[in-house]
T-cell receptor, first 114, second 109 residues
């Protein structure tokens, strides 16, 4: 089983619908991240969390919200999806023992908003 | 502003050597990462450099020059499975990662 699991892997939805992407990890890491990836652009950070009580906005948080339900779970919500939120979304984790540790990514969630 | 530049696409031949360059401008610097990403899959860690010089790891090596804001990833003895995108990312003074758009490497027989 993957250390970082994302659900759903693929989702097609309509404009205005609420969508939740879920991420769970078995690595025991404190730090969790949500990124989106668009063709021709680098990964862009949406939100990140250093522990259950610590949630921080990334560079493109508008239109998104998150919930850190437990150390192992970090969910991303689109309250009212719009077409330009069509993208590949990645959850990632990093050990809290060092700021320069490698990121471990989930398999990705491909979201299409019609 | 912060910026990471790397070529969009490169083509190389199986068995050959290829060098993928990355130049960066960031607010502070706490290291540079290289990740590999096969199409439709998650990025996976390749290397981390924070000091100047060359780090070798099997067929892959990564070089950093902090004074020049420059890094490269060197892939030797190319195999077909090396066809992937290679992502360069810098960690700024706030320990946030700034990502390049990635270099798509195409390996031909």
């Amino acid at each position: 089983d993957a250390d970082v699991t994302q659900t759903p892997r693929n989702r097609i939805t309509k404009t205005g619908k609420r969508i939740m992407l879920e991420c769970s990890q078995t690595k025991g890491h404190d730090r969790m991240y949500w990124y989106r990836q668009d063709p021709g652009l680098g990964l862009r950070l949406i939100y990140y969390s250093f522990d259950v009580k610590d949630i921080n906005k990334g560079e493109i948080s508008d239109g998104y919200s998150v919930s850190r339900q437990a150390q192992a779970k970090f969910s991303l919500s689109l309250e009212s999806a719009i077409p330009n939120q069509t993208a590949l979304y990645f959850c990632a984790t990093r050990s809290g023992t060092g700021d320069t540790g490698e990121l471990f990514f989930g398999e990705g969630s491909r979201l299409t908003v019609l | 502003g912060q910026n990471i530049d790397q070529p969009t696409e490169m083509t190389a031949t199986e068995g050959a050597i290829v060098q993928i360059n990355c130049t960066y401008q960031t607010s502070g610097f706490n290291g540079l990462f290289w990740y590999q990403q096969h199409a439709g899959e998650a990025p996976t860690f390749l290397s981390y450099n924070v000091l100047d010089g060359l780090e070798e790891k099997g067929r892959f090596s990564s070089f950093l020059s902090r004074s020049k804001g420059y890094s490269y990833l060197l892939l030797k003895e190319l195999q077909m499975k090396d066809s992937a995108s290679y992502l360069c990312a810098c960690m700024d003074s706030n320990y946030q990662l700034i990502w390049g758009a990635g270099t798509k490497l195409i390996i031909k027989p």
